[in-house]
């Protein structure tokens, strides 16, 4: 199947840092990415969707001066969190649409993101 | 608004024995849907999709049906793993829009 990989896969900062994200997707071409972000034993909730060349949509109440994301090619974006705080510590997992008419969507691995 | 959601949030099953893990969904615009299985401290893996136009997929050890008249989707695992201890995520979408995530329901298979 496709696959999707995140890097780093794990990743500790201090407080008022900023982190960078890396999603790409190895084996076919995503026009769309998107971010989740996943608290524990919780479903994933959207924080954005990013189209290659084009500005992200954020969902309602995802702050997007604090989540930048980049999505500069067919198989990569990126989520760079500005200024981290303790608060922003989640699971941050990427996911990419296949282009083409039926479009599956697959996962990354996920980021384990932890801000002291 | 338009959600989708499980039945079950914990089914616990002994190892050999099918599973059945249901979902409800809402929009009935939505006309892809796909289950992932998602183990600790990893991202949701793709399992099996389906399309509107169909009631019946199938897949290694793996079935989901599709009942549009009453918006319920199912997964059907056959001879059940310990390895297929997970939690299961249905999601829906219409069109190519975002994809609607249920809750999820844990699989527990014992020995």
């Known amino acids: 199947g496709a696959v999707v990989s995140q890097h780093p896969s794990r990743v500790i900062c201090k407080s008022g840092t900023s982190v960078k994200i890396e999603c790409r997707s190895l084996?076919?071409?995503?026009?769309?990415m998107f971010w989740y972000r996943q608290f524990p034993k919780q479903s994933l909730m959207l924080m954005a969707t990013?189209?290659?060349?084009?500005?992200?949509?954020?969902e309602q109440g995802v702050e997007k001066d604090k989540f930048l994301i980049n999505h500069a090619s067919l198989t990569l974006s990126t989520l760079t969190v500005t200024s981290a705080h303790p608060e922003d510590s989640s699971f941050y997992i990427c996911?990419?649409?296949?282009?083409?008419?039926?479009?599956?969507?697959?996962f990354g691995p996920g980021t384990r993101l932890t801000v002291t | 608004g338009e959600s989708v959601g499980l039945h079950l949030p914990t089914l616990s099953v002994q190892e050999g024995d099918n599973s059945i893990i249901n979902c409800a969904y809402s929009n009935s615009a939505s006309d892809y849907f796909i289950w992932y299985k998602q183990e600790s401290g990893k991202g949701p893996q793709f399992i099996i999709d389906?399309?509107?136009?169909?009631d019946k997929r199938q897949g290694q050890r793996v079935t989901v049906l599709l009942n549009k008249t009453v918006k319920h989707l199912s997964l059907q695992i056959a001879a059940t793993q310990p390895g297929d201890s997970a939690v299961y995520f249905c999601?829906?979408?219409?069109?190519?829009?975002?994809?609607?995530f249920g809750t999820g329901t844990r699989l527990l298979v014992s020995p």
């Open positions: 084996d076919f071409q995503a026009t769309t």
């Open positions: 999601a829906e979408r219409p069109g190519f829009q975002k994809l609607v």
């Open positions: 389906i399309r509107s136009n169909m």
């Open positions: 996911s990419a649409r296949v282009t083409g008419p039926l479009g599956e969507q697959y």
């Open positions: 990013s189209n290659e060349g084009s500005k992200a949509t954020y």
